[in-house]
């Protein structure tokens, strides 16, 4: 992305009458903010934590004979651990001395370009945890549609799971072949269009064409993963929300039932009352009646339009005079009051449209690094960084400063969890 310079900063300065500059950027960050740091997990080195899990009770039973009869060997509970290592993202910022200087008091900006810059890129650290929650901890954050004709630019994204959505205006991305194992090349977005209902693009700034060019199929990821599959990025719902036994999850083979999470595959049906009550169920026959009360329904907002047409057919309009629209009428419910068995539902843009994640948002954790999210500085304590021009070695009137955040998420149980996937879009979403 090019650096805030002072032109394109022009419409803070003196002529500027808004006091409030309205956001054209959404800023979500539903699920991230819901997880706090609970304490629950050890350092035990620079780069990794242990999180210590109970997978079992004392459990052996056995008949005897009290009349001189021989005792069993006894059991014991038992204890397993995650191993959770912090990842780091940044935030890059660059501005010219320009944009910087015309914002200092007494000059002829009402809000520095710079300061607002710097503002805004704390909040986008939020905003992206956010959405790298939704995702599989591999850095992937979209999928080219099959309809895509190579080389074309906008380059159309598959409507689900996120569609556009997880993509900004300005990021410089990595387009790969879906297996990780072929870059196609880097870009920059320029703009996206993420309206549900409308064919989701980004438009870039140039089609990467490396290794036979962008493909239908292919994925958009997060730039500087590393190609293979196997570079780990900030772990998400698909990762602890997953029925697969196969793999590992923290360091703990899946081939242990108690790291596999609880699910139903709805098959593209729409979502039913049956079908979130066995979700539901799954939990309780697992660990008990008592394992429920804490967990939330994480959804995006069609699938709550889903929800909610469920209820239209039950509806009913009640007259105090008998004439219909006494008190007025509103064909669709307040889904800021729509609850599951009681259970509240949390309709979060970012999330993937075709699923219901049953969570209990107190078995997430947080693991990071010393302070956690911190501007990157030299050991002179420097956060701003001069550039240099690289054929004259002289100092250009640009500078960079960089938001660190070090972060990596887990679950200590995962089967408090349970989903209810694939399911089927309502019509026009």
């Known amino acids: 992305m090019p650096p805030l310079t002072a032109q394109s900063a022009i419409q803070l300065q003196l002529e500027d009458v808004n006091e409030v ?6 800023i979500t960050n539903k699920l991230d903010s819901r997880i706090k740091d609970n304490g629950r997990s050890t350092q035990v080195s620079l780069k990794s ?12 039973v056995a008949k005897f004979q009290p009349d001189g009869g021989t005792m069993p060997l006894g059991g014991s509970s038992e204890w397993d651990q995650f191993l959770v290592t912090p990842i780091a993202f940044v ?3 660059q501005y010219t001395r320009l944009a910087d200087e015309v914002g200092e008091p007494k000059t002829v900006s009402t809000t ?3 300061s607002k810059t710097i503002a805004d890129a704390v909040r986008v650290v939020q905003v992206r945890r956010d959405m790298f929650l939704q995702t599989n901890g591999d850095g992937k954050i979209a999928t080219i549609d099959p309809t895509y004709v190579a080389g074309n630019n906008p380059i159309i994204l598959a409507s689900s799971p996120w569609g556009a959505r997880l993509c900004r205006r300005g990021q410089q991305v990595q387009v790969m072949k879906s297996d990780f194992t072929v870059v196609r090349g880097t870009c920059t977005i320029q703009d996206k269009v993420s309206t549900v209902g ?9 089609v990467p064409n490396q290794n036979g060019g962008a493909q239908p199929g292919d994925i958009i990821v997060v730039n500087g993963i590393a190609p293979g599959g ?3 990025f900030v772990n998400g719902i698909p990762v602890f929300h997953n029925t697969n036994p196969n793999g590992n999850l923290l360091g703990v083979s899946r081939q242990n039932n108690y790291v596999v999470a609880n699910g139903v595959n709805a098959n593209n049906a729409q979502v039913t009352l049956p079908l979130l009550r066995l979700a539901m169920n799954q939990v309780e026959v697992e660990l008990g009646e008592d394992a429920l009360g804490t967990q939330i329904y994480h959804t995006h907002p069609s699938q709550l339009a889903a929800y909610e047409e469920l209820g239209f057919k039950l509806e ?3 007259s105090e005079s008998g004439k219909f629209n006494d008190k007025g009428f509103d064909g669709l419910f307040n889904k800021k009051k729509l609850t599951i068995d009681g259970y509240e539902i949390v309709s979060n843009l970012h999330a993937d449209n075709t699923r219901w994640d049953f969570t209990n948002v107190k078995s997430w954790g947080k693991v990071r690094w010393g302070g956690g999210t911190r501007w990157f500085k030299n050991r002179a304590g420097t956060t701003v960084f001069q550039q240099y021009d690289f054929t004259t070695g002289t100092i250009k009137a640009i500078e960079n ?3 660190v955040d070090y972060i990596q998420y887990y679950v200590d149980n995962p089967k408090l969890l349970s989903s209810l996937t694939s399911c089927r879009l309502p019509a026009l979403n």
């Open 49 to 60: 934590f242990r999180v210590r899990i109970q997978t079992a009770d004392v459990g052996d």
């Open 316 to 318: 009913t309009v009640f």
């Open 91 to 93: 935030v890059p910022i």
């Open 112 to 114: 520095n370009p710079v």
């Open 401 to 403: 400063s960089y938001l």
């Open 230 to 232: 196997a570079d780990p």
């Open 21 to 26: 500059i309205p956001f054209l950027v959404e």
């Open 198 to 206: 409308l064919t989701q693009t980004i438009r870039v700034d140039q």
